[in-house]
């Protein structure tokens, strides 16, 4: 008996074995291939942004996840502070540039902030070269913060020195993250983000934008898809120290809801896939270091969500 038992249990466990090694590759490939878009990912920084200072990356901890995931990421780098398109030019000689060099074909491109619409300028006047763009907390019908800036600085006449301290910090910005030829011109800045502001250049490129005033635009416009996600909380963490700014900052919004720098209807363009995260402003791209409210959603979740959406979509 036991002589007979043996080969069949020598069988049964080179069966096991073989089963192992059948499905545990495909298990690791499923999970090494979330995010692997069919075209690269290209963030771009908002206001006073940058790619990275140092160890600080302005997308927190959201590139190697990406990364890991399948998925090509370029971190882009623009004016700190200039106009949208000015930026916009910026950028898109930059994936003009990848195109060159490595043969992509289109990009994703994800903007934060004042990334939103720097994102859809180059999905306007280039949009064989963009197969979508995603907006983050970007200020797409401005910003009161900026109003309130513009007529406080007008008011008291101080607005060529507000603004040259401005660009002075967003020029050492700029340097520490090694683009120290950027053009800085935070009066250009400011002027985009306003309501006014935003309003003329919405009027030159209205594709995606909203049929009502905080509802949702259509997903495809000339060959691109377009989305956008925002926050509606303010004071999120008390240990981090950005909560203050931004509690500041969101008094210009009257009570109204906000993520403290944009409003909730403002941050609406495309498909709107959620209005009302659980994150401020600096939320949005996992800052500060990675503190958010204690219940609230994981950014990193989000960014890795949205590469499978597009890699879903063939994008």
Request: charged content about 10%; proline content about 5%.
């Amino acid at each position: 008996m036991t002589k007979r038992l043996a080969p069949a249990l020598a069988k049964s466990l080179i069966a096991a074995a073989c089963l192992a090694t059948t499905v545990l590759p495909n298990t690791v490939q499923a999970a090494d291939t979330y995010t692997q878009t069919k075209y690269p990912i290209v963030l771009v920084h908002g206001l006073f942004g940058f790619d990275a200072i140092g160890p600080i990356d302005y997308w927190y901890g959201i590139v190697s996840p990406l990364q890991s995931g399948g998925a090509k990421v370029i971190v882009s780098q623009v004016s700190a502070a200039n106009s949208t398109e000015v930026r916009g030019e910026q950028l898109l000689s930059e994936i003009k540039r990848y195109q060159a060099s490595y043969g992509y074909q289109k990009f994703n491109l994800i903007g934060h902030s004042h990334g939103g619409p720097t994102v859809r300028y180059v999905a306007a006047v280039a949009p064989s070269l963009v197969a979508s763009i995603t907006s983050v907390g970007g200020p797409h019908t401005g910003s009161p913060v900026a109003d309130d800036i513009k007529a406080g600085t007008t008011a008291t006449g101080t607005t060529a020195w507000v603004a040259a301290v401005f660009d002075a910090f967003a020029a050492v910005i700029s340097l520490l993250s090694g683009n120290p030829g950027m053009p800085q011109d935070s009066e250009a800045a400011m002027n985009s983000l306003t309501t006014a502001g935003s309003a003329a250049f919405n009027a030159k490129y209205p594709a995606g934008q909203p049929t009502s005033s905080c509802g949702s635009g259509p997903e495809l416009v000339n060959g691109v898809r377009y989305y956008s996600v925002g926050g509606n909380w303010v004071l999120t963490n008390p240990l981090d120290i950005s909560d203050a700014l931004l509690a500041l900052t969101s008094v210009s919004f009257k009570g109204s809801a906000s993520d403290g720098l944009v409003g909730q209807c403002s941050s609406h363009w495309g498909t709107v896939l959620k209005d009302n995260y659980s994150w401020n402003h600096l939320d949005e791209i996992n800052q500060a270091f990675g503190l958010r409210g204690l219940f609230s959603q994981d950014p990193v979740a989000f960014y890795r969500g949205q590469a499978n959406r597009l890699k879903t979509a063939g994008l």
